[in-house]
Structures are given as C-alpha cells and as structure tokens.
C-alpha cells in the first residue's frame, strides 16, 4: 500500500516552553473537517481513524525527512492521543541544533503547517450534490511531521480507489441501446460522465 500525505495549517501548534525543554504540541489531523478539493475529490476524516495504529510505533519527523526525527513513540519522546477535536500530537525534540533552530522558526510563525503519512486501511466514497467525498475510515499512521511547504498531496492512490468505486456503483450500460428506457439513458449518461471524469483524473495524476 503506497504511503499518502495530508497537511493542514498548524494553527493549533505550538511550542511550549518547559522547565526541561521545549516540547511540540498541537494537533496534526483535524476530524470531520472537509478538505479542500484534491484533484476531483474531498477527503475527510473520522473520528477513530487513528485509534489503533496510534498504539504502533510512529515517528515524528521535520519534513518528512528520516534523517531528522523529532520524537518516536517506542522511546516515549512522541505522544499521540485522540479526543474530540483531531489527532493530538506532544513532540519531545531532541536537543540538537537543527531541532532548537525548528523549534524557533515554529515560534515566530515561519513555519505553520502540518502534514501526516498514512496508509489506508479502509474508507468511503459517496457523491454529494455533484461532488466525490471519501471518508478515511481506519489509517495506519506511518508519521507526523511539521513541513516548510505542504508536503505534496500524494493523491494518486485515492484516484485509483475512487476509479474503482465508480466502476463498482456505476455499471457500464446496457449493450442493446434498445434496451434502455428514457431514464435509463439519463442515468446512464450521467454515470458514464461520472467514470470519463474519474479515469481522465486518475491518468493525469498518475502521468503527473
């Protein structure tokens, strides 16, 4: 299953100065919040998405970067909890240089935003008033990390899932064009507008 990435504006993010530390605290996934469209669809996530695979072991990484890990939950620098509101995250950074130098650029705004790798266990597609919806039901989170730019929005395995989807809920029509009635072919023309639309995304994306 091919990693994907999700950002959002870590307004709920900050540094908190301690005694022992400063320590990274906020949220890195809201809940029940519509995304922005992703290249045909909007995505959404439930609450409960991350129960599980937070008990796993994830990191906390600086741009996604391996080579730079803030926190990790086994060692107990990272803490990754759910409530009402989203993923809630406590990063424990290290006390090197590049680490206290993110930590300032977090504290004078400069970098505000925040992005999480997933695999998806199992989701949800829906059209509601002519728009593509799918519903993270269940992730395996991989890691969380605070990002310079968004980190790009690798959608080309939801276009695929929602290709599939389309397929599945939207059959080709009948082979004898005698056979469809005056709804039918209304319907019909709709759901194969809806698969044109879906595959040309899909291809792009994936050319992309």
Same mark, same amino acid.
């Given at each position: ?78 803490? *990754?909890?759910?409530? =009402? ?9 290290? &006390? !090197?240089?590049? #680490?206290?130098?993110? /930590? ?34 269940? *992730?395996?989170?991989? =890691? ?9 929005? &690798? !959608?080309?395995? #939801?276009?695929?899932? /929602? ?46």
């Amino acid at each position: 299953m091919t990693i994907e990435r999700r950002y959002f504006p870590a307004t709920e993010v900050r540094v908190d100065k301690k005694e022992k530390g400063n320590k990274l605290t906020g949220y890195a996934a809201v809940f029940n919040s519509l995304s922005e469209d992703l290249g045909g669809f909007r995505e959404k996530i439930d609450k409960g998405a991350f129960s599980k695979s937070i008990k796993g072991d994830v990191r906390a990484l600086w741009n996604h970067n391996p080579d730079y890990v803030l926190g990790r939950t086994r060692s107990g620098t990272l803490a *990754l909890g759910e409530d =009402d509101n989203g993923l809630k995250i406590e990063v424990d950074p290290p &006390d !090197t240089q590049w #680490a206290r130098d993110l /930590m300032t650029s977090i504290s004078r705004g400069d970098v505000t935003q925040m992005s999480f790798g997933f695999r998806t266990v199992t989701d949800a597609w829906e059209e509601k008033e002519g728009a593509n919806i799918r519903t993270l039901k269940d *992730l395996e989170l991989i =890691d969380i990390s605070p990002v310079t730019f968004p980190a790009y929005t &690798d !959608t080309t395995v #939801a276009l695929r899932s /929602m290709q599939e989807w389309h397929i599945e809920t939207h059959p080709e029509p009948p082979d004898s064009e005698s056979a469809i009635t005056e709804e039918e072919e209304q319907t019909y023309g709709h759901r194969a507008r809806a698969r044109a639309r879906s595959i040309e995304l899909t291809k792009r994306h994936m050319e992309e």
